[in-house]
């Protein structure tokens, strides 16, 4: 049984992370919800437990600007990191709701 405070919905969307150890790595959204994410960073492992950067790549945005939320890693594994997200605004879920994106094609490159 998962201990989540919102459903998850499918949505692929291309991020930069900032995980200190490393820096900036290129990951891809699995899914989100109004209080976290699961991604996919390829290679590199995140840590459970370390805080990051997760900075959303156009088209996300609020007013032009990027969007950039700090997040808790929950847990991490060979199929990608679950995180939490930390400072978000109701502007800053708005911007990243699935439904919203409706003139994405649900996926978005680098």
């Not at 911007?95 to 409706?102: C, E, R």
């Amino acid at each position: 049984m998962e201990n989540r405070w919102s459903e998850r919905t499918p949505l692929e969307i291309s991020l930069m992370v900032y995980f200190a150890p490393v820096g900036l790595i290129r990951a891809t959204s699995k899914d989100v919800s109004a209080n976290g994410m699961s991604i996919d960073t390829g290679r590199i492992a995140l840590a459970s437990d370390e805080t990051i950067e997760v900075t959303f790549v156009y088209p996300v945005s609020i007013e032009g600007v990027s969007l950039t939320l700090t997040a808790h890693v929950v847990y991490s594994s060979d199929n990608g990191s679950g995180v939490e997200f930390l400072n978000h605004t109701f502007e800053a879920l708005d911007a990243i709701n699935p439904s919203n994106q409706s003139s994405m094609k649900k996926t978005a490159s680098y």
